[in-house]
Every structure is written in structure tokens, then in C-alpha cells.
């Protein structure tokens, strides 16, 4: 056999192998026989017509095309191991080049390799931000507005009012052919002042100070002229005329900060406890964040220096994952992929190019890097460790009534799965803390163990408890906690 091997720019191989013409006879012997089998030779019984008989009616090429499908599955191992290539996936015949002498090309995917970077060169101080008692009390004046009432009052406007008016805007000095209409008559309700609930911007920034001592059916007329840089272009250096009408003025009540209150919002027994269940909230919300951003300088700054190589078919198959696990919490959230991707405005190709393969390059290359680093420093798991961490996962699922269902191949398979994702998780940790301790300049050695929080897409609207909702600072409105929203990273 002689071997040629071209290494291509997507970290594929292309071999070319060619065969000795005795190689190939024999697979032609054994097309012959196949051919006669599955057709009917006339004074023959199936499989029994001589070779040149079937070559005769079928033709030669007809023989060689089955020839090579029949010796592929012997031909393609001996190609990789006379190339001395490893593959990272299957390959494919890209060509025939030749049936005599017997001459085919292969392009192969290559294991993924990874050359790091002076990654020990990385400094990145470790400062996670610390609670203090006027975050709590933000959370505490959050959770008050959204548990909020508001009542009519028959008094004028005071700041912090909710207001129901009727409001148009016109401009004062349209141009020939400009529609002189800006807004269109409408109801709106807003609140007046600054305040924790919405932005006082619209329809321009402190408007609803204009509205201040006004009593409900009185009108008020206001003539703004808009900046040159205003955010919307058609009403840059626009003078507009604004009237209004007040229709109702309600003033808001907010709870006192009771045990009452507090055991309103969960199992909380007292204010006090209520107080350091938010703690606890911000603490681990803030973890998360700052421990998310912190990780994701330093791999970007080690992956930014490192020469990462891999084949097509691996980022592929990181997209389809990551497009599974995307499926699978929409699912739980009752949506599926075509709806959600319409909300976005896109099309499905577009939002796999812009939005998912981004987001599966970071976690394969993110991945990769991790793997080389336990390699190259020589991490390892604890099997004791990782014994006791699957037992404590085990132990979760006791409760659920389909893991009590596994017997046999489906219970071997999934303890096999969990104790890879574990294993994989442990080292991931493990690499992780080896990384922050080289970032902050500690002892080369492995301390403690950093859970990595991620996100994968961007995806829909995740429900939270009350409290969860206020220690988000923009998830309130003036009629309640909105639900948060992640934006896409990687995981």
C-alpha cells in the first residue's frame, strides 16, 4: 500500500492510499457472488454464477462499485494505521480516484490538539464583592414596591403618585409634507418623579414633574424642544407641543417591614430572618457573577494565547449540543425552537451563525483547554472523592419514581453516564481552582474545589421566587417583580 497525507487548514488529513490490484480481486470475487446472489442469473442458483458470467451480464464497473463498498470497512483501518493517524470522528471516501491500480482519498478529522499558552503568566486578582447592609436594604425597599397598593386620592399630584393621564404630542412648526403628529392620543399611566419602579423618560427625561399640583380632569399643555442628539432622529431639534389631562392620581402604600410581612414572602418566621435569607441570596447571586466573569477573563486570556486546532465535526457536534440543551429548556418552559427563534426575528440559520456557534466554540475550546491543563499539570481525581460525590447525587434521585424504575442495560447506562458527568464536573472544578490559584499568585497546588457557572443561549424567562425577584435590581415594576433573563454565554 503506499500512503500520501496532506494535513488541510480545518485540521483534517487527506490520505490517498493506493492498493495493490491483488487487494481489490478478491473483493471483486466477493461482489461477483453478492451480485448473483440478489439477482436472478439464468441456469445459476443464487450466489453460484461464475465470476466472467456475472461480468458478462453486469459489466466490470458495475463489479467495482461493489467492490469498494464491500472492502471499505476492511481497506479504511488499515489506511489509518499505515498513516499512523489517529482519527477524532469518522472519516469519508471524498474520491475514487482510481480502480486500477486500486487508488482512493480519505479526508480524516484529527484529534483536537491543544499548544497552551504561557498560561502561568496570567495575574488576575480575586475580589468578590462583599454585602453590606445598604444592599439588603435596597432589596428590602424592592420587595416593599412590588408588594406595594396603590389608592385614589382626591388631592393634586404629589411626587411619587401613580398617575393615569390622556397625552398627545404635536409638533409646533411641521415642515411642508411632515406629519405634524408625534404621539398619538393615548392613556398612559406613569410615575411621578424619581422613584425604584420605571425611568422617567418618556416623553422626554422629568416630564412627569410637569405634572406636579395638577388635580384629576385638570389640563396642562407643555412645549419641549428635543436635544440634536436625542435618541430617536425624527425628533432632534423638534419643538413639540405636549397637552394632557389628568384622569386619576392614586397614591402608593407601602407594607411596614413586619414578621407579618415577612412570612408573606416564604418560610421566613421573622423579619429578621427574612433579612438573611436575602443575604444569603446576594451572597450566591453575587458569587455567581463575579465567579462567571472572573473565569471567563481568564480562559479568554489563556485561550486568547493557546493554539487550539480541531476538525469541523467537533464544533458540529458542540453546536447540535448546545442546540439540544436549548430544545430541552424550552421545552420546560412550553415553547419550542421555531417559536422562540421567531421572537427573536431571525432565521433558524442565522441563529445558529450568530447566536449558537459562538456560544458551542467557547465551550469546546473552553473544554479542550480545561482537558490540556489537567494533563499538563497533572490533576487527577480522588476515586474515594468521586465515589462519595455520585453516592450524595444517588441519593437525590431516591425520591423520584422513575430512577426506582431502572433495572438492567438502562441502569448500568445511566450509572456509567453519571459517573462521567461527575467525573467530568470534579475535574473541571479542580482545574479551575489550579487556574485561580496560578491567576492569584497562590501555591501550585489544588486547594479547593470553584463550582464554574455558566450559561449556554439565550433563553426565556425563568421563574423566581419573590425574594430572588428583588435582589434583581432591574426586575421590578410598578405592578410587580418581573421575571430575569439570561443573556447568552458560555457553559
Do not use: C
Not at 175 to 193: L, R, W
Amino acid at each position: 500500500m503506499k500512503i500520501e497525507t496532506t494535513i488541510r487548514d480545518d485540521y483534517q488529513v487527506r490520505i490517498v492510499a493506493e492498493f495493490e490490484p491483488e487487494f481489490m480481486d478478491k473483493f471483486k470475487r466477493q461482489a461477483a457472488r453478492k451480485i448473483s446472489q440478489d439477482a436472478r442469473i439464468p441456469g445459476f442458483r443464487p450466489g453460484k454464477a461464475p465470476y466472467d458470467v456475472v461480468r458478462r451480464m453486469y459489466g466490470e464497473e458495475m463489479i467495482e462499485k461493489q467492490a469498494v463498498e464491500l472492502m471499505l470497512d476492511e481497506a479504511y483501518p488499515l489506511v489509518l494505521k499505515e498513516a499512523a493517524v489517529e482519527p477524532s470522528g469518522m472519516g469519508n471516501l471524498e474520491e475514487i480516484i482510481s480502480y486500477n491500480p486500486p487508488t482512493f482519498s480519505f479526508i480524516v478529522p484529527l484529534v483536537p490538539k491543544v499548544e497552551l499558552g504561557d498560561y502561568k503568566s496570567v495575574r488576575k486578582d480575586y475580589n468578590p464583592p462583599v454585602v453590606d447592609d445598604s444592599d439588603i436594604d435596597q432589596v428590602i425597599k424592592n420587595l416593599r414596591g412590588n408588594y406595594s397598593t396603590a389608592e385614589v386620592v382626591e388631592r393634586p399630584i404629589a411626587e411619587g403618585d401613580l398617575v393615569s393621564l390622556k397625552i398627545s404630542g404635536h409638533l409646533s412648526n411641521p415642515v411642508e409634507g411632515e406629519d405634524a403628529e408625534v404621539f398619538k392620543e393615548n392613556t398612559v399611566q406613569m410615575i411621578i418623579g424619581e422613584n425604584d419602579f420605571e425611568d422617567d423618560d418618556w416623553p422626554y427625561e422629568g416630564y412627569t414633574r410637569e405634572l406636579v399640583g395638577l388635580s384629576v380632569n385638570e389640563e396642562k399643555t407643555v412645549v419641549h424642544t428635543y436635544a440634536e442628539d436625542y435618541v430617536e432622529e425624527n425628533l432632534r431639534g423638534k419643538e413639540v407641543i405636549l397637552p394632557a389631562t389628568v384622569l386619576t392620581v392614586k397614591a402608593f402604600h407601602l407594607p411596614e417591614v413586619t414578621d407579618e410581612f415577612a412570612q408573606t414572602l416564604g418560610d421566613f418566621a421573622t423579619a429578621d430572618a427574612l433579612r438573611d435569607a436575602i443575604r444569603k441570596n446576594l451572597e450566591e447571586s453575587n458569587s455567581r457573577e463575579y465567579n462567571e466573569s472572573y473565569y471567563t477573563q481568564i480562559f479568554d486570556e489563556v485561550i486568547a494565547s493557546s493554539k487550539i486546532l480541531y476538525p469541523p465535526q467537533i464544533l458540529q457536534d458542540e453546536i447540535e449540543s448546545v442546540m439540544h440543551s436549548l430544545e430541552h429548556d424550552l421545552e420546560e418552559r412550553k415553547m419550542d425552537m421555531p417559536t422562540y427563534i421567531k421572537t427573536l426575528g431571525k432565521e433558524k440559520e442565522t441563529f445558529i451563525e450568530e447566536d449558537i456557534k459562538p456560544v458551542a466554540k467557547r465551550r469546546l475550546e473552553r473544554a479542550l483547554v480545561i482537558n490540556e491543563m489537567a494533563r499538563v499539570e497533572e490533576i487527577q481525581l480522588d476515586n474515594m472523592e468521586l465515589q462519595k460525590e455520585v453516592s450524595r447525587i444517588l441519593q437525590s434521585f431516591q425520591s423520584d419514581p422513575e430512577f426506582s424504575k431502572l433495572r438492567g442495560e438502562r441502569a448500568q447506562s445511566f450509572m456509567q453516564n453519571l459517573m462521567m458527568q461527575t467525573a467530568n464536573q470534579m475535574l473541571n472544578r479542580a482545574v479551575i481552582s489550579r487556574f485561580k490559584s496560578i491567576a492569584t499568585g497562590q501555591p501550585e497546588t489544588v486547594t479547593e474545589l470553584i463550582d464554574e457557572t455558566t450559561s449556554v443561549v439565550e433563553e426565556p424567562v425563568a421563574e423566581t421566587t419573590p425574594v430572588e425577584a428583588a435582589v434583581e435590581p432591574e426586575a421590578e415594576t410598578a405592578e410587580g417583580a418581573a421575571p430575569t433573563e439570561e443573556k447568552p454565554a458560555e457553559a
